[in-house]
């Protein structure tokens, strides 16, 4: 029932519940409204319990499998006497960091990209894009606060992997596992704080897939979809155009597809990834197919297309949900 | 053919008009090949409480949503608070003025009612402090939703909903309100508690934009009104006014042909004072007498009846005619309004210079209204 109120707007009748309060103004700079906006992008995440439990539970599930199959590995090989110190550093501090950035960069990804697409396409699929819209929150400040909130979710993400796995080595380290020898300094916090920040990039960019696929496709389907496809197709293009340059005879043709591979994302983020834990401790292999200038501009171009081309899309859209 | 009525006074007993806080001029939108809005020009003054009526698929929502940013408009311009609203930091200042309600309210489904108001809280700007917290509840209590803050919004009936987007509008003290089809999804109880809300808004100085179907509530909450069809405006302006030139003449027969007959004997007559008629008729195709509404002054009924039994049609009952807003809303847009609107009611506009048959006329209107 709708309550009774006085002209002035106070609840009337013969209990009023609760007394008109003055009604609150807009306050703060554009930089603290835009950041209530991205927090709200974050509590909508946070809120999506069932989704967050389950991602979060395969991720650490299957995260969980990997160290205890390095383990089974490490006392297989104990029992034959043939433990050495390689095997010991994936389950060691610093080494284990490198497991936890390689599963974060695949099945993280994986996960990651399904919890983007779902929050992207689900403002669609609730119709709930009019109520930001309808409230004066322009279009590209909508977009923006999206997209700060999955940087911040792919930060999140990634930090986590790695505080765990480095919880897994420092107990590993503790239990006295054999290891390479590393020298803990700043230069080592150094390089994981770099490699952080690549393997955030690289699910941040995929991330932006889902943004860029959610918003032309205006379902939750296609945001999660979308990068997935892109991730499979991308994998079979550079496999397939590497197989076509190594078998046939050079010529204009064949080298420029040669050289189509570099310009995948996946080869550029990856590249930065393994550049970013190149050293001083080797937690990637260091084997890089494209320079770093390359690799940063390539992925910069790609994620300023996939924002740009939401953004347009946005802009340019009746909101008809 | 766009009707607008204006009160007629001299300059010096004019009222000042109220400021205009929304207009429309030539309002146009375009989804490929079909025009759902044309040229559309609206005017919204402070205190009106003012509803855009129309048909299913008339252009009302699509409209209210140009007004809310949420649709590009084709061609045409919006003002509101004195303002174009083409410019993006022009149109969201504005917004920020205006709650709204548009089509069925839609919410985040995982979150309860207290939470969604959180988020329409953060679109308006305003931080998490206690006094947004206690407005919050405040907006949750004015629609009766207290007790059931906490539930999330997914298991909502479809009338809590509508209360929930009702307290998203009221949420900021906003200057105007934008109501699409707020009495959807409630029962009578909570269609008469929208009115007394509505009345409320009115008297706190509110702007109030609604459009509804239930043109009975209209006509209670409503000061002016627009009419629109096809997503042309046919009528605008006071509800009063409206009605007042729509009064008439009601004249019944006992003849099937009766209303034919005076309508032809009326277009001989070429009246100045009688210059329209409408066949009316009630019930089924045999059922009832027919009738003729004609557009005349009620001080002009006894000369009507004079020149029809002068004529050779004595009419078995001549009165004064009081339109409601149906029948006049029925009158403008015809069969178009009948399949859901009126089931029971039908009328078929016949000008009195072009008489059409009762038996032309009234399968058709019969057909559709039975339909419904």
């Known amino acids: ?321 | 053919m766009t009707t607008t009525v204006a009160p007629i006074t001299s300059p010096a007993t004019a009222q000042p008009q109220p400021e205009v806080i929304l207009s429309t001029q030539g309002l146009t939108k375009r989804f490929g090949a079909r025009l759902a809005v044309d040229g559309l020009s609206l005017e919204v003054r402070r205190g009106d409480v003012f509803a855009l009526l129309g048909p299913n698929g008339s252009g009302k929502t699509t409209t209210l949503r140009m007004l809310l940013g949420l649709v590009w408009p084709t061609s045409g311009s919006i003002s509101v608070f004195g303002q174009d609203f083409s410019g993006d930091a022009r149109r969201q200042a504005a917004l920020r003025r205006i709650g709204a309600v548009v089509e069925q309210p839609t919410f985040y489904p995982y979150l309860n009612a207290r939470e969604n108001l959180g988020g329409i809280a953060t679109f308006a700007g305003l931080a998490a402090t206690p006094q947004t917290r206690a407005r919050i509840a405040w907006a949750l209590d004015q629609v009766g939703l207290t007790p059931r803050a906490g539930d999330a919004y997914r298991k909502y009936s479809l009338g809590m909903k509508q209360r929930l987007g009702i307290a998203a509008a009221l949420l900021t003290d906003p200057e105007l309100v934008i109501l699409d089809e707020p009495t959807n999804g409630l029962d009578p109880a909570g269609i008469s508690e929208v009115r007394a809300l509505i009345a409320r808004l009115a008297q706190r100085g509110v702007t109030v934009l609604l459009s509804s179907h239930l043109l009975h509530e209209v006509q209670q909450v409503c000061t002016r009104v627009a009419i629109i069809q096809v997503g042309r405006l046919i009528a605008q302006g006071a509800v009063s006014e409206l009605l007042q030139a729509s009064r008439g003449v009601l004249l019944s027969f006992d003849q099937p042909d009766g209303a034919q007959r005076a309508a032809q004997a009326l277009y001989a007559a070429t009246l100045p004072w009688a210059p329209f008629a409408s066949y009316l008729h009630e019930g089924g195709p045999v059922a009832g007498p027919w009738r003729l509404l004609v557009s005349a002054p009620h001080e002009r009924a006894a000369d009507l009846n004079a020149l029809l039994v002068g004529a050779g049609v004595t009419p078995a009952e001549v009165r004064r005619h009081e339109a409601s807003l149906e029948q006049y809303f029925l009158s403008l847009t015809g069969g178009a309004a009948l399949a859901q609107l009126a089931p029971a009611y039908n009328t078929s506009d016949a000008h009195v210079d072009a008489p059409q048959t009762p038996a032309e006329a009234t399968p058709d209107s019969t057909t559709q209204g039975g339909q419904a």
């Open chain 1, 1 to 321: 029932m709708i309550a009774p109120s006085t002209p002035t707007g106070s609840t009337g009748g013969a209990a009023p519940s609760v007394a008109t309060p003055a009604a609150p103004t807009p306050g703060g700079s554009w930089l603290v409204e835009f950041a209530r906006l991205v927090r709200w992008e974050l509590f909508l995440a946070w809120r999506r319990r069932a989704m967050v439990i389950t991602l979060g539970s395969l991720l650490l599930v299957g995260y969980l499998l990997i160290i205890l199959f390095q383990f089974g590995v490490y006392i297989s090989e104990s029992a034959d006497g043939q433990a050495s110190a390689i095997q010991g550093d994936a389950l060691t501090f610093p080494g284990a960091m490198s497991i936890g950035g390689g599963y974060v960069t695949y099945i993280g990804l994986l996960l990651f990209v399904v919890l983007a697409g779902a929050l992207i396409g689900s403002e669609y699929s609730y119709s709930t894009l009019r109520l930001s819209l309808a409230r004066g929150v322009g279009r590209g400040r909508l977009l923006a606060a999206q997209i700060v909130a999955m940087a911040l979710m792919a930060l999140g993400l990634t930090a986590l992997m790695l505080l765990l796995s480095a919880l897994v080595g420092l107990l590993g380290t503790a239990a006295g596992l054999p290891q390479t020898s590393a020298t803990i300094n700043a230069a080592l916090f150094g390089e994981l704080i770099v490699y952080w920040l690549a393997l955030a990039l690289n699910i941040f960019a995929y991330g932006l897939i889902a943004l860029w696929i959610g918003t032309l496709s205006r379902s939750v389907a296609g945001a999660i979809a979308g990068p997935l496809v892109f991730i499979f197709v991308e994998v079979v293009a550079g496999e397939i155009l590497t197989a076509i340059a190594a078998v046939t005879r050079p010529n204009t043709l064949v080298n420029l597809i040669a050289h189509l591979p570099a310009y995948l994302l996946g080869v550029n983020v990856g590249a930065l990834i393994s550049l970013a834990g190149d050293g001083p401790y080797p937690l990637t292999n260091g084997e890089l197919s494209v320079s770093l200038p390359h690799a940063l501009i390539v992925t910069v171009v790609y994620c300023a297309l996939f924002v740009g081309i939401s953004y347009l899309a946005l802009s340019h859209r009746d909101i008809l949900e």
